[in-house]
């Protein structure tokens, strides 16, 4: 025997006595994905949209959190797939005075050091790191993005980049500690 479908007004009054005492830890997570509270809010409504969609094949029974954290961190995965594939946007103006657009955020004391040294040196001193420091590295510090994306973008988990990053600073220090003495 199957069971009738659910009517509408029931299923959206089961998803939401079910789904808002969860709002708060789903926040958190959003937040610790996304590291900007805007961007946590639109992932957090997009979360719910597309959970509320697929309710209807949600099994009651189941774990109701671990399948919105699911849903959770598959809609991040997808923005964030979405934005790596786009070619990055620069103003109009920009593009027409022939400039570029200066960064408001502060640079690591590592990256303006080496901007002042020699391409040679550096490029030297880069070339010594392992192949997961040297990626890590660039992707955080030559392409700006976050520890998150870099994780992303290399399929390793956030701490393991964090490490490489460390490690990676750790080993140009002393790799360039003689242009400190020049």
């Known amino acids: 025997m199957t069971a009738a479908p659910v009517p509408d007004a029931d299923l959206a009054a ?8 969860l709002l708060d830890a789903l926040g958190r997570g959003a937040r610790r994905l996304t590291r900007c509270e805007a961007d946590a809010e639109d992932l957090l409504q997009d979360n719910l949209l597309h959970a509320y969609q697929g309710f209807g094949s949600f099994q009651q029974g189941t774990n109701l959190n671990a399948w919105l954290f699911r849903i959770l961190h598959n809609r991040w995965v997808s923005r964030h797939r979405h934005r790596a594939s786009r070619p990055p946007e620069v103003p109009l103006e920009v593009i027409a005075a ?8 502060r640079r690591s004391a590592e990256v303006e050091l080496l ?4 391409d040679g040196d ?36 956030m701490g393991t980049v964090m490490s490489r990053v460390s490690r990676g600073r750790r080993q140009l220090r002393v790799a360039l500690a003689h242009r400190d003495s020049a």
Do not use: I
């Not at 022939?98 to 955020?105: L, N, Q, R, V």
């Not at 901007?115 to 020699?118: G, K, P």
């Open 98 to 105: 022939g400039g570029h657009e200066k960064s408001t955020a």
């Open 14 to 21: 089961r998803f939401v006595a079910d789904a808002v005492p």
């Open 115 to 118: 901007d002042l040294m020699a």
């Open 122 to 157: 550096v490029e030297a001193a880069f070339g010594e790191l392992s192949e997961g420091a040297r990626t890590a590295l660039f992707y955080v510090e030559v392409q700006g993005y976050t520890y998150a994306e870099t994780a992303g973008l290399m399929g390793v988990p």
